[in-house]
């Protein structure tokens, strides 16, 4: 690729800086295209010049496109193409935060797989996934896109993702590049809301906030998108430290970086730079390479150059991590790679595909509340209430290429398996359903409550204040209990929901977005097809007063509020205690699992040594299921204050009924370290507490002494 550099003009170089919509080059530039060119101060000559395209709609537009693009390329140099491949292509799986809901870092893996080969036929080259925010504000819109509030679990799926996407070899014709995002700390946006300030000290960053970014970046992830929102008052698209110091110096990463779209540009907005020619200069020394949807670099970056300002060499680097990329996916040897239209009305929605989908989705579910109501036996009969009584719409946000009206509903699940519910009608409260509807629901033994948020309250630019249920939803309980009918509720929300006005619910059955196949799964799990195995990857509070409130919080110098504490000077509310209402690592079974027999290898260890800890996990039945062993370290004395307790492994295991089954977690130095604000991992000496369970309210307890 350095021959190739050498023979490319200065401008073409910069052209490969330079990411476009498609739409610059299907439309008509005259007619169409005149606004948007003016705007940007483009013109036909640098849209040619431009490196990659962001978002194509399907094989036959990609190839379209790159054939045009390349009877002008004077070097012949291919288009790359990105799109946000989030949670599927076509087929359609859980949202992010559904997938961690699983605690099993191979749904993510598979949801990727997939996504890529379909994606991949499409001619999509680079997907703008994983995102790996931590979230511990569940107001904030893009929870759903996250995988949750802790560092471990966001790097584990983080990293199975980028696995799934880029299958060890990106020639293949059916792998995709990962592009992690957003670099960095976008989840901690103050009051939740999206795009705002975030100011988030070195050490949080380093201690939490970059884990899954870290992770992505170990997984070999072969691009970095920048976030919209500030570090330390620089702008993460022009942040030095973030892009040379963190992501270089500290990780060695070696991909290219992109700007998130028109972030460049809003680097005026954020009032660090003047205009357009400032935000180029400040975006190539912090180590930008892409600049999405704005054009400063293609406008402003040749003055620089030749005026001396910037030295030629940061952008042949910035240019060659282009070129590398292009040349490691075979974008040389084939411009059109996996892209193939006959291969790709085959390809998407494969039923092996949609079978994933379904299976997966079984695995995100999370069982909030259940008083033995759940599983139904196929003979109670059903009736379906709420807003999204008949829903299909459960792809969830970015899920731009999947199709709604594909998707079943959950009354035609029903109808398919032969258990037909009695009635099925869509209302935002009970007043809309007349007296003739309510003679109806009478003769239901249960009535399914499908409750929750439209698709749209969560996802970019859709935050809110006030997280419970929306309008009048919450009187569909006491409706139905008025009718002397049990009520199940069946959730469908884009973030932890404050429930507190359902919990006198039979049960309460989380289902987030579960995409495609959200009826088939939500179906095997009311009736017990599927034991339910989720847990909360986010906790669920009680009130939007509380957030925010996560697993992992510092110890604080007055204690919590409780049965030992109860004076006046100790860290409380006056009207809620300090707990979730469900906590991070919550779910049920139907099964009656047991954690008992905890032990350790040693008592003490010194830093090279592995201790092994093991407890015996039953299953009491009467189903036999998946549960999650979890296992939490506290470091109640270290040169920084350290969570009370923090999530460091866990695994999700199978038992068969009236099995017992003993599971073996080894932790080495690693498990017991954390990071400075330096980026150095460290650990001290001294005494480690150690919780081991399959919920967080029922943990075994034990200790160990690290010399
Ligand atoms: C959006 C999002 C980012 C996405 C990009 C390209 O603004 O912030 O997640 O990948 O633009 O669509």
């Not at 492994?649 to 003993?662: C, Q």
Request: glycine share 8%.
């Amino acid at each position: 690729m350095k021959t190739l550099l050498e023979q490319m003009t200065l401008h073409e170089k910069i052209g490969q800086l330079m990411q476009l919509s498609p739409f610059f080059f299907l439309a008509d530039l005259e007619k169409e295209a005149a606004g948007p060119i003016r705007e940007l101060h483009l013109d036909e000559e640098k849209i040619y010049s431009a490196g990659s395209i962001l978002g194509i709609g399907n094989a036959a537009e990609m190839i379209a496109v790159q054939s045009k693009y390349l009877e002008r390329s004077r070097l012949k140099i291919p288009l790359l193409f990105m799109a946000d491949v989030i949670h599927g292509y076509k087929t359609i799986f859980p949202v992010p935060l559904a997938l961690a809901a699983s605690w099993n870092p191979d749904t993510a893996r598979r949801c990727a797989r997939v996504s890529a080969t379909e994606a991949a036929t499409s001619g999509i080259h680079m997907t703008f996934s994983p995102m790996a925010d931590l979230v511990r504000d569940p107001r904030w819109g893009r929870c759903v896109e996250s995988f949750g509030e802790s560092p471990l679990l966001s790097g584990r799926f983080a990293a199975a993702m980028v696995e799934g996407y880029q299958n060890g070899d990106l020639k293949r014709s059916d792998s995709v590049a990962a592009c992690v995002k957003h670099f960095a700390g976008y989840g901690a946006a103050e009051g939740g809301r999206d795009y705002n300030t975030v100011d988030l000290s070195r050490q949080s960053l380093q201690s939490a906030y970059l884990e899954g970014y870290r992770q992505a970046v170990k997984a070999g992830c072969r691009g970095v998108m920048t976030a919209f929102n500030p570090i330390e008052g620089i702008p993460c698209t022009v942040n030095r430290y973030l892009l040379r110091d963190v992501l270089r110096t500290q990780w060695g990463f070696d991909g290219l970086t992109i700007s998130d779209y028109d972030s460049l540009a809003e680097t005026i907005a954020h009032g660090v730079a003047e205009d357009p020619s400032q935000a180029a200069l400040m975006g190539l020394e912090a180590g930008l390479d892409i600049e999405m949807a704005s054009s400063c670099y293609i406008n402003h970056l040749e003055e620089h150059i030749r005026s001396g300002n910037l030295p030629l060499k940061l952008l042949d680097e910035a240019v060659l991590r282009v070129l590398t990329l292009k040349q490691d996916l075979g974008l040389f040897d084939n411009p059109n790679k996996g892209a193939d239209a006959l291969r790709e009305s085959t390809t998407v929605q494969h039923p092996d595909h949609l079978r994933a989908a379904h299976e997966v989705a079984a695995e995100c579910a999370v069982l909030l509340t259940n008083d033995g109501t759940l599983p139904l036996n196929p003979a109670v009969s059903v009736a379906i209430l709420g807003p999204y009584a008949l829903a299909v719409k459960t792809n969830g946000p970015w899920s731009w290429h999947g199709y709604h009206d594909e998707n079943p509903s959950l009354a035609e699940v029903l109808t398919a398996r032969g258990i037909s519910p009695v009635f099925a009608k869509i209302a935002g409260c009970p007043e809309e359903y007349s007296d003739h509807d309510i003679d109806r629901i009478r003769k239901a033994d249960v009535v399914l409550l499908a409750l929750g948020e439209p698709e749209n309250w969560s996802g970019e630019a859709h935050s809110r204040t006030d997280i419970g249920l929306p309008g009048r939803q919450a009187e569909f309980v006491p409706f139905v209990r008025s009718l002397g009918k049990k009520a199940i509720v069946l959730l469908q929300n884009g973030r932890p929901l404050v429930l507190e006005e359902i919990l006198d619910a039979s049960a309460i059955l989380e289902t987030w977005f579960l995409g495609s196949r959200a009826s088939e799964a939500i179906a095997d799990l009311l009736y017990g097809v599927t034991n339910p195995s989720g847990r909360l990857p986010m906790s669920f509070p009680r009130s939007v007063g509380q957030i925010p409130v996560y697993h992992d919080a510092l110890p604080t110098g007055r204690p919590n509020q409780n049965e030992n504490h109860p004076g006046e000077y100790v860290t409380k509310y006056l009207d809620a205690p300090n707990s979730p209402r469900f906590a991070f690592g919550h779910g049920l079974s139907y099964s009656r699992f047991e954690v008992r027999n905890l032990s350790l290898s040693a008592s003490k260890i010194r830093k090279d040594d592995v201790l092994a800890v093991e407890v015996d996990i039953i299953n009491h039945g009467p189903l036999a299921g998946d549960t999650v062993i979890q296992l939490y370290l506290g470091d109640p004395v270290a040169r920084i204050s350290r969570p009370v307790r923090q999530l460091v492994t866990f695994r999700k295991i199978h038992v068969a009924v009236n099995e017992t089954l003993r599971v073996r977690f080894e932790l080495d130095i690693h498990d017991l370290s954390y990071r400075l604000a330096d980026g150095t991992l460290v650990c001290d000496p001294g005494r480690i507490n150690l919780w081991v369970g399959d919920s967080p309210d029922r943990l075994l307890s034990s200790a160990f002494v690290l010399e």
